[in-house]
């Protein structure tokens, strides 16, 4: 019988694959932040930077809902997908307890992720906290199309600078922050941000911003690329219910390109936004 469940199409015509797919690897990173590895050839060969998949967390009917996480990094050769998640509530705890050999019900890849413009040459990555999940993907395929990168990493403490040696690795230039001035830039990372770009002036043609985080780092990263003239994307988080673009229970408020307001779906129409696109606290 075969493992897989149905097959849909989002919207970049990508198929949506629902799977059983075992848990391979499992480490806690960081105190209740977790890497899952889980082997699922079908997702991983289609899977963008910045898409997600929606898991059942539990092995029983309960809870109903699945849970919305990135893609962390892929490996189209071993046909081996990872998540980066932290322990938030009920769901993310029990996924943290599923073992090794154990099977993940998964929905995806879901969702339009990041969409560098040919004619990049600089990617400028702003991380806050768990916001670096839906980035170290994308981070990953963009060296690989030959896109250099800035990556700015803000975090509350040491501990929760997440993936920095990899991240290191791949940057042409990482700088780190911490809340508490325990790491790195004793400050927000948007601070960094504000000081990176007064000092580099970077050129807006060729350069893109790509973010995720905390909705008010968000905000504050908007405002920023705004005021230096440098387009950005950014991945945005709502609860969620279907996944599949059909409950309306993940809109956020968006304006077009004419600048009328309208709701937007973060499952099908996001994660990723252009960053001009999203009203933030209004
Ligand atoms: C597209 C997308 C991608 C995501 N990727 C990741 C990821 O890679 N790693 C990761 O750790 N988390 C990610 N999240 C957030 C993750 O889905 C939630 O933390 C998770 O669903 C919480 O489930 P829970 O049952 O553990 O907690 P719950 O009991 O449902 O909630 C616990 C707390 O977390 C808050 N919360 C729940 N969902 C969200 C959300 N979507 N955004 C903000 N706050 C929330 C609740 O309000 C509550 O305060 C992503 C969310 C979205 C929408
Ligand atoms: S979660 Fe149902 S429309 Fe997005």
Request: include cysteine; charged fraction near 20%.
């Amino acid at each position: 019988m075969s493992r897989e469940g149905f097959r849909l199409k989002n919207n970049e015509g990508s198929p949506v694959i629902q799977q059983k797919a075992p848990v391979i690897t499992k480490e806690e990173i960081a105190a209740g932040v977790f890497l899952v590895g889980v082997k699922s050839p079908q997702i991983t060969m289609h899977a963008q930077p910045g898409q997600f998949l929606h898991v059942r967390v539990g092995q029983g009917p309960e809870p109903l809902l699945r849970r919305p996480l990135s893609i962390f990094q892929v490996d189209r050769k071993r046909g081996v997908l990872s998540l980066l998640f932290r322990v938030a509530g009920k769901g993310t705890n029990l996924l943290s307890r599923r073992r090794l050999g154990e099977d993940l019900d998964l929905v995806g890849p879901l969702g339009q992720g990041f969409d560098v413009p040919s004619g990049t040459r600089t990617a400028l990555i702003v991380a806050g906290g768990l916001g670096v999940a839906p980035l170290f993907f994308l981070a990953q395929d963009l060296v690989r199309r030959g896109i250099s990168i800035h990556f700015l990493m803000g975090a509350r403490c040491q501990d929760q600078l997440l993936c920095r040696d990899q991240l290191q690795a791949l940057s042409s230039h990482l700088q780190v922050s911490t809340d508490d001035g325990s790491d790195g830039f004793p400050g927000l990372v948007t601070q960094l941000l504000e000081e990176f770009l007064r000092r580099e002036n970077l050129d807006s043609g060729s350069t893109l911003i790509c973010s995720a985080g905390p909705e008010a780092m968000l905000a504050k990263v908007a405002s920023l690329a705004c005021q230096f003239g440098i387009p950005g994307q950014i991945s945005m988080e709502r609860n969620m219910a279907c996944g599949l673009g059909a409950c309306l229970g993940c809109v956020v408020l968006c304006r077009s390109r004419e600048r009328v307001q309208t709701y937007r779906r973060v499952c099908v129409d996001g994660p990723v936004f252009r960053l001009e696109e999203v009203v933030f606290g209004e």
